[in-house]
Every structure is written in structure tokens, then in C-alpha cells.
């Protein structure tokens, strides 16, 4: 059983920041990859930023050079730092989590999702 819960959503103006945070839990031995999507009004559902245990990191074309993601030390709670967030990042924002547990096998977990508007 593993949980993800996010936290940092909210409103905010063109322009501006917000920074998304997720944490783990529950039985996991090691986190191969973190990552978040999105999915905005009317649109599929995408991914946005991974980051592997290694630390490699990959972003969607629409986000790179804007958005950061990161990890603690532990490696079990990753940050999606968003700066000059436009209109078009409006989306609810999840979390995914590709869990080993301790047999050695992976999983993968989502987690509830959190709203991030961007308007004026």
C-alpha cells in the first residue's frame, strides 16, 4: 500500500509561482521514478516532469525552461517548482510515483490531484 498526497495548488497570476509538493508512503523499499501531469479543461492529460532516483530529469516541451522538479535526500517526496506560469498551465496536477517494493517488484501510483488555476 502506498499512498501519494500533494499539496501547493492554488490560484495564481499570470506570471507568477506556485511550487507542488508530494510525499510518499506506505510500504516501499525504493522510488524508481516521480513525476507529475496534468490535464486542463477539455485537453488529454499529460506529463510534465519526471525525475529518476539517479536524479535524470525530463519536462514537456510546454514547460521546460519554466518549471523545475526535485527531490529530497530521502527520495520519497518530489517538487515541482512552477515560475512564470501563463494561463494555458491551468490544469489539476497529480502526482505519480513508479514504486519498488520490498519483493523487487514496481508499480506504479497516482496520487488525488491539485488544482493550479492561472488567471487574472
Known amino acids: 500500500q502506498v499512498q501519494l498526497v500533494e499539496s501547493g495548488g492554488g490560484l495564481v497570476q499570470p506570471g507568477g509561482s506556485l511550487r507542488l509538493s508530494c510525499a510518499a508512503s506506505g510500504t516501499i523499499s525504493s522510488i524508481v521514478t516521480m513525476g507529475w501531469s496534468h490535464q486542463a479543461p477539455g485537453k488529454q492529460r499529460e506529463l510534465v516532469a519526471t525525475?529518476?532516483?539517479?536524479?535524470?530529469?525530463n519536462y514537456a516541451d510546454s514547460v521546460k525552461g519554466r518549471f523545475t522538479i526535485s527531490r529530497d535526500n530521502a527520495k520519497t517526496t518530489v517538487y515541482l517548482q512552477m515560475n512564470s506560469l501563463k494561463p494555458e498551465d491551468t490544469a489539476v496536477y497529480s502526482c505519480y510515483a513508479q514504486v519498488r517494493d520490498y519483493s523487487g517488484s514496481s508499480r506504479a501510483y497516482w496520487g488525488q490531484g491539485t488544482q493550479v488555476a492561472v488567471s487574472s
Open positions: 525525475i529518476t532516483r539517479g536524479g535524470s530529469t
